[in-house]
């Protein structure tokens, strides 16, 4: 082989070897979270902390393509702090994975030294694509939760709030305001709740109610 | 024949290297374009914030590539609406039109040039629209209740409307420009900015959010929207109009870019007495809520404007044309029926009649 011949040769093997252990690594990190719904829910209470660390997760590429919703909602009482990952409609076991997502993820909860009970902790949760499922129901009083139903667990909800009770009627996967002790009783004319996103507010109560 | 000058196992070398170089290159040009497509696509993030203020829920939504920037941008927006409520609002004791109310007849107050822009402004509404838009309302409102906790719960009394209406004119207000003080002219006139004060406060957190870089958002101040640039996915938002009989339907849709929808409507404050709905957009000739309509929506780029043309359509109904000049309306009257311009028509994706 003369030396032009070589080059060529070498000049392949070189960019194998960059090629190569890229295409091993992806084939190794099997999680591939393009373009499929998922909801990582941080219960926190150093906010600032996790936000720094959910946006580096997210903006490294390993959440997909594309926008991600993010919410933030303190919670009342003493809470367990912890970091949960759902990817379609599984909940992931990131702590006994290996993959590049479940690595980090393992490196985020130890940083912020989860899990733990904390008393009114943050609930911090970055979601895509959230689907037409409801998967719960959330009560905030002054923009902080004070109780989440399930939504499939039917029945009346008896809410407190400044000016009354406000009962919230919750069955088949779908939720409204059967009355409520305030003057206007807007909240009783507001949309149900149907979907994740829809929500309902009583203003003389302070309360939001809304689906994930 | 015979090919002396390149011998065959060169030609396959070379055929093997000239097809290896070809793939590596096709495999390098694949890998590199993701690469590429990768980093033009910045994650971004949608987020919410609600608070309620000024007696509705006031709920933003921003799409930013920084979740802290959103956020803060998010908090000084709410900030600032609750400040614009301490200076505008009159069921609190210790706002500046309060002061106003108890003392520009007795002597003139200077006003802060925010409040006294805003007083200017709504006057020069009131002049545009032969008085049908008018901040001296307080007393009527007061007598409705509906912005309080005790709205009206017996039939209204004719008598005393009337002698309300005594009280109700904004020829009433006299602004100084030299000192920038305000005077009644008359003793009891009071101003209520409920009118108006919305819209200026959807304006001014818009302000704020551009401010902090801030440009893809949507503000909803119970039922005024502002939308400004996209929604995450690109798309323009999509603001809809309910129907004034039953909330949870949409009578139609649009999509929006940069620009505001203010709709008056009869479903939000309301009180039925005897069979008959009474609610809180009045008209201040007489005293009485506006028959005629039961929804009225404008598109407009500036909110303040929007919440005083909507309510105008609402209570003018049928003399719409008149002062609405190619701004895109969408108007349910009394009995039920859609009146809409050419340029609303456009706009508009369902519900078309």
């Not at chain 2, 440009?215 to 129907?243: E, P, T």
């Not at chain 2, 809180?280 to 598109?299: C, D, E, L, M, R």
Request: glycine fraction near 8%.
């Amino acid at each position: 082989m003369d030396r032009r011949d070589f080059l060529k040769a070498s000049g392949l093997f070189l960019a194998a070897g960059m090629i190569i252990p890229k295409v091993a690594k992806s084939m190794l990190s099997n999680r591939v979270i393009s373009s499929e719904n998922f909801s990582l829910e941080v219960i926190t209470g150093n906010t600032d902390l996790a936000v720094r660390l959910l946006e580096e997760f997210a903006t490294d590429g390993e959440l997909g393509k594309g926008s991600i919703n993010y919410s933030e909602y303190p919670i009342s009482g003493d809470v367990m702090g912890d970091l949960i990952f759902v990817q379609g409609n599984e909940l992931v076991d990131y702590t006994n994975s290996y993959d590049d997502v479940s690595l980090k993820l393992k490196e985020i909860r130890n940083k912020l030294s989860l899990p733990m009970i904390l008393p009114n902790p943050v609930r911090l949760r970055l979601y895509r694509n959230s689907g037409s499922t409801i998967k719960k129901i959330m009560v905030a009083q002054k923009g902080k939760i004070i109780s989440r139903i399930e939504p499939e667990d039917t029945g009346f909800y008896t809410l407190h709030g400044k000016s009354g009770k406000l009962i919230l009627d919750v069955k088949n996967n779908y939720a409204r305001v059967k009355d409520a002790e305030c003057k206007h009783k807007i909240c009783k004319q507001m949309s149900s709740i149907k979907k994740p996103g829809d929500y309902i507010t009583c203003i003389p109560n302070e309360l939001h109610i809304f689906a994930e | 024949m015979n090919y002396t000058f390149l011998p065959n196992n060169k030609i396959k070398i070379y055929f093997k290297l000239f097809s290896g170089v070809v793939k590596v290159l096709l495999l390098s040009i694949i890998f590199y374009s993701q690469n590429i497509f990768a980093q033009n696509e910045e994650i971004k993030f949608e987020m919410s914030a609600n608070k309620y203020l000024m007696g509705t829920e006031f709920m933003i939504t921003v799409v930013h590539k920084s979740i802290d920037s959103g956020k803060m941008a998010m908090y000084y927006a709410l900030r600032e609406i609750e400040r614009i409520e301490n200076v505008t609002s009159n069921y609190k004791d210790s706002t500046e039109i309060s002061y106003v109310n108890k003392n520009a007849f007795i002597k003139p107050v200077k006003l802060t040039p925010e409040l006294f822009g805003l007083i200017t402004r709504s006057l020069d509404y009131s002049k545009m629209y032969d008085g049908y838009f008018d901040i001296t309302v307080g007393p009527l409102t007061n007598y409705w209740g509906f912005n309080s906790d005790h709205p009206i719960d017996t039939e209204p009394d004719k008598k005393r409307i009337k002698e309300l209406l005594k009280f109700v004119d904004y020829k009433y207000i006299k602004l100084n420009f030299d000192d920038s003080t305000i005077s009644f002219l008359k003793k009891g006139v009071e101003i209520d900015l409920g009118g108006i004060a919305k819209g200026y406060a959807l304006d001014r957190a818009s302000e704020v959010l551009r401010k902090r870089g801030v440009n893809d958002f949507l503000i909803n101040g119970g039922g005024d929207v502002y939308a400004s640039g996209r929604k995450a996915d690109g798309n323009k938002w999509v603001v809809g109009i309910k129907d004034p009989r039953n909330n949870e339907n949409l009578v139609a849709t649009m999509e929006v870019e940069n620009t505001g929808v203010c709709t008056s409507g009869d479903y939000e404050r309301f009180k039925i007495i005897n069979g008959k709905r009474y609610h809180h957009i009045f008209n201040p000739k007489t005293g009485f809520p506006a028959p005629g309509s039961q929804s009225s929506t404008v598109v407009v780029d500036n909110c303040e404007k929007g919440v005083v043309l909507s309510k105008l359509l609402f209570i003018r109904g049928e003399n719409y044309r008149d002062f609405l000049n190619g701004i895109p309306y969408y108007e349910i009257d009394g009995e039920g029926s859609i009146i809409l311009n050419v340029v609303m028509e456009k706009m508009i994706n369902e519900g078309k009649k």
